[in-house]
């Protein structure tokens, strides 16, 4: 069984970090991309960056237009746990944000980069973040 267990949410300042955690289990981790997206109140559930989300480059990254400089996603393979590291943090931010696992082979219908929430077939429970001015 496929779980996703993120942590690491709350509130912080805006211009503040934070630092999200992705711990994986029940699949191997090499055949999926990882995904972070992000709900905010009112909104749609929208893509924020993703890990080996390219064809044929495990590791490979991509971010949301809004969020490049902002925002790292990185992996521990040997913990299966995905990071993503926060900074200058603007009130926008503030939302529920999931992490998400899609097999690799969704690319085919889906393209790539993988940041289509439609491509990803198992989410967490979505830690809040809220921003406080």
Known sequence: EVQLV????GLVQAGGSLTLSCVASGFTFDDYAIGWFRQAPGKEREGVSCISCFDGIKGSTYYADSLKGRFTI???NAENTVYLHMHSLKPAATAVY????ARASARALYGAPLLNRYAYADWGQGPPVTLSS
């Open 6 to 9: 993120e942590s690491g949410g």
């Open 74 to 76: 990185s992996s521990d």
């Open 98 to 101: 999931y992490c998400a696992a």
